[in-house]
């Protein structure tokens, strides 16, 4: 079955730190792939997305997300984290010929001054 | 930026009575969805909605769930006699492509049922 694991229910990280959130996900063939953040009482925004091509995907806020085929990750990255970082980050995926988005489970960021 | 807009932020409703949740996409998009997410557990797929059907249902979508576009421009989820387990945020996306375009997200209705 599809699925999209995120094995970090929570990170804390000081500000200015970089960051790392973890994605992998289990697909038949290559999935579209997503990252979203939700803050509190917010609905989904959308970073980044990967769809082909090249690997390493640049999105909004100064994140970036590299998908690695061989470990079937699509790991999130950001060099310096700010404190209005902190909220919910959501990876997502659907099959190149569908539309139903599969999300992870969340990882809640957290971010200390 | 165009966005999706939902409406009510938050809706409590006595268990068994009919809610409608409304949504607005973004003018140009084709493709509609509704996602739910139970507090604490992952965003799930409901359905998604193309040319005025159906085109994908999840199995919680079951007979209680209706989805409509009655005008150019609302979407709404109707959920038919709630039950307590509906409890839960309410996503509208839309989309302008089927899959090769990210859907993006309004921020949510909060159902509570009592």
């Known amino acids: 079955a599809q699925s999209v694991t995120q094995p970090d229910i929570h990170i804390t990280v000081s500000e200015g730190a970089s960051l790392e959130l973890r994605c992998n996900y289990s697909?038949?063939?290559?999935?579209?792939l997503f990252w979203y953040v939700q803050s509190p009482g917010q609905g989904l925004q959308l970073l980044l997305k990967?769809?082909?091509?090249?690997?390493l995907v640049q999105g909004i806020k100064g994140f970036e997300a590299e998908f690695k085929r061989s470990q079937s990750s699509f790991n999130l990255r950001k060099p310096s984290v700010h404190w209005s970082d902190a909220a919910e980050y959501f990876c997502?995926?659907?099959?190149?010929?569908?539309?139903?988005?599969?999300f992870g489970t969340g990882t809640q960021l957290k971010v200390e001054l | 930026e165009p966005e999706v807009t939902q409406t009510p932020s938050h809706q409590v409703t006595q268990m068994g009575q009919e809610v409608i949740l409304r949504c607005v996409p973004i003018?140009?998009?084709?493709?509609f969805y509704w996602y739910r997410q139970i507090l604490g557990q992952k965003v799930e797929f409901l359905v998604s909605?193309?040319?005025?059907?159906?085109?994908?249902k999840s199995e919680i979508f079951d007979d209680q769930f209706s989805v409509e576009r009655p005008d150019g421009s609302n979407f709404t989820l109707k959920i038919r006699s709630t039950k307590l387990e509906d409890s839960a945020m309410y996503f509208c996306?839309?989309?302008?492509?089927?899959?090769?375009?990210?859907?993006?997200f309004g921020d949510g209705t909060r159902l509570s049922i009592l």
């Open positions: 997502a995926g659907v099959t190149g010929g569908g539309n139903k988005l599969t």
């Open positions: 990967y769809f082909s091509g090249d690997t």
């Open positions: 996306a839309s989309s302008d492509a089927y899959s090769n375009q990210p859907q993006h």
């Open positions: 003018s140009n998009h084709l493709y």
């Open positions: 697909y038949g063939a290559t999935p579209y």
């Open positions: 909605f193309y040319n005025n059907e159906i085109s994908e």
